[in-house]
Every structure is written in structure tokens, then in C-alpha cells.
T-cell receptor, first 115, second 114 residues
Framework: DAGVIQSPRHEVTEMGQEVTLRCKPI?????LFWYRQTMMRGLELLIY????????DSGMPEDRFSAKMPNASFSTLKIQPSEPRDSAVYFC?????????????FGPGTRLTVL | GDSVTQMEGPVTLSEEAFLTINCTYT??????LFWYVQYPGEGLQLLLK?????DKGSNKGFEATYRKETTSFHLEKGSVQVSDSAVYFC?????????????FGSGTQLTVLP
């Protein structure tokens, strides 16, 4: 299995631009999670989906952030417009939610820099 | 709500030293407990887990025992190597409800010197 795939691995953009991060979860997993990691705030859960449906988006910082999961094999996290304080590493993770233990498998992350 | 408290870092050790990273949790019922490791420039990887009281998770020489009475899941390794330098996260998943989200601790940076 290829594991969780994220693209791009690195993104540098200017303030005000739209940014779209992509994630392909592990085949057969039914839960998908988006996290943000910064030195100041550590690892934060932004949103998670179960069977393609958003369950909890309380971690999404503001309306500039949106996430979609149109099917079981693809999800996007969009920031529009982007701001310098959005600079962080964004991780996608997937799991099979019914399993006791619910191990999450993380992707390699997208390092976003907003200038 | 659920929470995880782990030992603040950074922790610096010499090669072959003994490692303990403390982790305590607050949760209702019987959560599942995890240790994740993040090597520089990479995503998090599951290191070990335990799903019920008194279970011991182990992997790559690391061990942690699920202690219900002290609500703890301390990570230990008898002899660390330079390659163990990474950030270690303790985490839990609640035992009840449909939510299967991880609650993470703040992470502990470990540096092992040769």
C-alpha cells in the first residue's frame, strides 16, 4: 500500500492567493483527518470526515478555510484568501474508524509558506 | 473533555542512556492509548499502542504500559540511539461515541547525542 498521499509537498504562495491542498487516503479507510502543525500551537485537528461526511469542523480557524471530500479516495483543504499566519505544515491522516484502537496513518505533510 | 499531558521537553540524552517520557491522560471509560513518533521533516508514525488496562505496547525497543489506576502511559527505552532523535506524541482515542479522533499531547522533543 502506498500509504496516505499528499500533494503538493511544499507550497509557497503570496498573501491573498488561493491555496488547495490534496489528500488521498489509504484504500478501505473510512475516516479522514486534516491537521495543522506549527511551533506555536503544536498539532491541531482542523476537521475530520467519516464516510465522506464532515463530522467535526470546530477546529477550522475561520471561514477562509474549507474542506471537501467528494469521494472515499480524495479530499481537499482550501484556504482562500491565504495569510502569512496560515504558514504551517498540514497533515492528512486516515483510519478505519470501526476498529478498536482506530490507528491513524499520517501522510508526509504539505509545508505551506505564505509570504 | 479528554486530554493528554506529557512531559515537557526538550530531552537530551547520551547514546545508550535510559529514556522515560511521562504521559498521563484524562478520559471517561477505557480509551485506547498511543505513542506516535515524528522524525525531522516527516509525518507522524505510530510507534506503539495499547487498547486495554495493563496492556503493554512495544516496538523498536520502546515500551509503554497502560496503567488505569494512575491514568498513565509512560514511554520507556532501555538504551537510546542517535536515530531515536525525534518528537514523541502521546495520544488517546475515547472508548465511547462515534468520534474516533485522536487527542494528542503537546509532544516531547528527544535529542540523542553520540
Amino acid at each position: 500500500d502506498a500509504g496516505v498521499i499528499q500533494s503538493p509537498r511544499h507550497e509557497v504562495t503570496e498573501m491573498g492567493q488561493e491555496v488547495t491542498l490534496r489528500c488521498k487516503p489509504i484504500s478501505g479507510h473510512n475516516s479522514l483527518f486534516w491537521y495543522r502543525q506549527t511551533m506555536m500551537r503544536g498539532l491541531e485537528l482542523l476537521i475530520y470526515f467519516n464516510n465522506n461526511v464532515p463530522i467535526d469542523d470546530s477546529g477550522m480557524p475561520e471561514d477562509r478555510f474549507s474542506a471537501k471530500m467528494p469521494n472515499a479516495s480524495f479530499s481537499t483543504l482550501k484556504i482562500q484568501p491565504s495569510e502569512p499566519r496560515d504558514s504551517a505544515v498540514y497533515f492528512c491522516a486516515s483510519s478505519f474508524a470501526d476498529a478498536r484502537g482506530g490507528e491513524q496513518f499520517f501522510g508526509p505533510g504539505t509545508r505551506l509558506t505564505v509570504l | 473533555g479528554d486530554s493528554v499531558t506529557q512531559m515537557e521537553g526538550p530531552v537530551t540524552l547520551s547514546e545508550e542512556a535510559f529514556l522515560t517520557i511521562n504521559c498521563t491522560y484524562t478520559a471517561t471509560g477505557y480509551p485506547s492509548l498511543f505513542w506516535y513518533v515524528q522524525y525531522p521533516g516527516e509525518g507522524l508514525q505510530l510507534l506503539l499502542k495499547a487498547t486495554k488496562a495493563d496492556d503493554k505496547g512495544s516496538n523498536k525497543g520502546f515500551e509503554a504500559t497502560y496503567r488505569k489506576e494512575t491514568t498513565s502511559f509512560h514511554l520507556e527505552k532501555g538504551s537510546v540511539q542517535v536515530s531515536d532523535s525525534a518528537v514523541y506524541f502521546c495520544a488517546l482515542i475515547a472508548s465511547s461515541g462515534s468520534a474516533r479522533q485522536l487527542t494528542f499531547g503537546s509532544g516531547t522533543q528527544l535529542t540523542v547525542l553520540p
